[in-house]
């Protein structure tokens, strides 16, 4: 066991005592607000443990950001719970709320008592944090180190106030790309998408794409992704945006929190200058992890939503599907009468992968899977015939989280391949070695090649 330290102790029991208040301030009883500040801590840490078990890490502040999306789209986070876990935070729901009703106390005074609780509290975690020791705590977004040194909630809630101490870098510069009139790149960020001999060994499944990609690509290799199983919109800022991990320091949790505020990095934002016309395409709701307003920030004049899709048929899964999404994008390539980037984001391999009649989980992601690769190969074969400049960089946003199969471990990277294809659909290959980009230098890279630098 791992001692917390002691300021961390003391934050935790300062946090503490603010819903103990809350409770005491509506329901005037003193054990059951003291059970039920206790019981919020417990579910807390349910919670966080059962995320660790999926996605390999911790709860984080910029978590608490998605509480709105966990209602909106329940599909995508309560998949991390078991069944009893789900089961108990059904039960605790309709709980708290008729308990603090049934132990109400009328008199006045425990009722005020919870009111000073709350602003005594509140005074003294204001006064503690501009204070050393906790001034000084939590100065580096290491999150793993710091949830064992001080513990999980006061974590949280240092890291939160970090964050709120970051300011907008200085406005990015344009840049001055090297274009052609009829030019295309196309980035396509592929939902779950991993080499199988990765994920489940060298018996895997072949991709026939990735691997016909490989021997034909400008550049290829691994893309060091930051989450596993999850927070796709960390892949997505780094290759949108291209700023580190490091120059983001705490906003690196959930850039898409702050993106608005970077929005001059975005890769059109910085081509607009050049002529170039960007589109974003994502058969979603685009208010999820404010996409709309964030890509209409960063620079893309046209956003394709889910309302251009017809809904997947009964036998093509819940979502629309990556064939539905070549052909959209293929669509957008042949009509561009400009300089264009497209960059998309698929949906159709969005886990949880659920056994169907006859199926394991592994066979379900396999053959969604296999979807995504003949997306690449649908796209490669368009863009030939096509038969104008074009750059293809096709990854993956993450690795699948399967219990059992597909646990978080220290291997976390995805495969990515860039296709480049001269005036005549010929592809333009590279020197053959493989690379490891993270997010961030795979955005680099694209500019480099726009700027006719690599």
């Known amino acids: 066991m791992t001692l917390r330290s002691l300021a961390g102790t003391c934050l935790l029991w300062l946090l503490a005592a603010l819903p103990f208040g809350l409770f005491l ?20 840490t349910m919670i966080s443990n059962a995320k660790r078990a999926m996605l390999g890490e911790a709860l984080v502040f910029s978590d608490l950001a998605l509480l709105g999306a966990v209602f909106r789209h329940p599909q995508f986070y309560f998949s991390a719970l078991t069944r ?10 309709p709980v708290v709320p008729l308990l603090l009703l049934a132990v109400f106390v ?4 425990p009722h005020l008592a919870g009111l000073a609780v709350i602003g005594a509290s509140a005074i003294m975690l204001r006064a503690a944090v501009r204070a050393r020791p906790w001034s000084d705590l939590a100065r580096q977004p290491d999150s793993e180190a710091d949830v064992q040194r001080h513990g999980l909630i006061p974590t949280v809630f240092l890291h939160w106030l970090r964050w709120r101490e970051t300011g907008d870098p200085h406005p990015a510069p344009p840049v001055e ?36 990609a490989r021997a ?50 975005a890769l ?42 017809a809904q997947p048929a009964a036998d093509e899964g819940r979502y629309v599907t990556d064939a539905a999404m070549a052909d959209e994008i293929l669509r957008l390539a042949a009509d561009a ?10 949906i159709e391999n969005h886990g949880p992968w659920n056994a169907a009649a006859g199926d394991d989980p592994r066979s379900v992601y396999l053959r969604l899977l296999g979807k995504g690769d003949a997306m690449l190969a649908k796209l490669s074969d368009g ?22 199969l597909c646990d978080p471990g220290n291997e976390r990277h995805t495969p990515f391949v860039v296709l480049r294809f001269d005036a005549c659909g010929k592809p333009v290959k590279g020197n053959g070695s493989v690379q490891t980009f993270t997010p961030a230098q795979l955005h680099h890279h694209v500019l480099d090649l726009l700027k006719g630098e690599c």
């Open 25 to 44: 301030a509506l329901s005037g009883n003193l054990p059951v607000s003291a059970g039920s500040a206790l019981a919020l801590v417990g579910l807390f």
């Open 84 to 93: 009893v876990q789900k089961t108990l935070l059904a039960l605790a729901a």
């Open 106 to 109: 009328p008199e006045l005074t």
């Open 177 to 212: 790309a090297a274009v052609q009139n009829d030019e295309l790149v196309i980035l396509i960020q592929c939902e779950s998408f991993a080499d199988p001999a990765d994920l489940f060994g060298e018996a895997a499944p072949s991709l026939p794409a990735l691997d016909g």
């Open 216 to 265: 034909l690509a400008w550049s290829y290799g691994k893309l060091a992704v930051h989450g596993f199983g999850a927070y796709t919109m960390r892949t997505e800022y780094g290759v949108l945006f291209g700023r580190s991990e490091a120059e983001l320091g705490f906003r690196r949790f959930d850039p898409f929190l702050t993106a608005t505020g970077e929005a001059s990095y």
């Open 268 to 309: 059109p934002a910085r081509l607009n200058g050049a002529g170039w016309r960007s589109i974003f395409v994502h058969p979603h709701d685009m208010r999820f992890y404010n996409r709309a307003e964030i890509m209409a920030a960063g620079g893309f004049s046209e956003l394709v939503g889910e309302e251009r899709f």
């Open 337 to 346: 009468a400009c300089p264009t980037l497209i960059y998309a984001v698929t």
């Open 383 to 404: 863009l030939r015939a096509l038969k104008r400049p074009a750059t293809l960089v096709f990854f993956g946003d993450h690795r699948p989280s399967i219990p059992g």
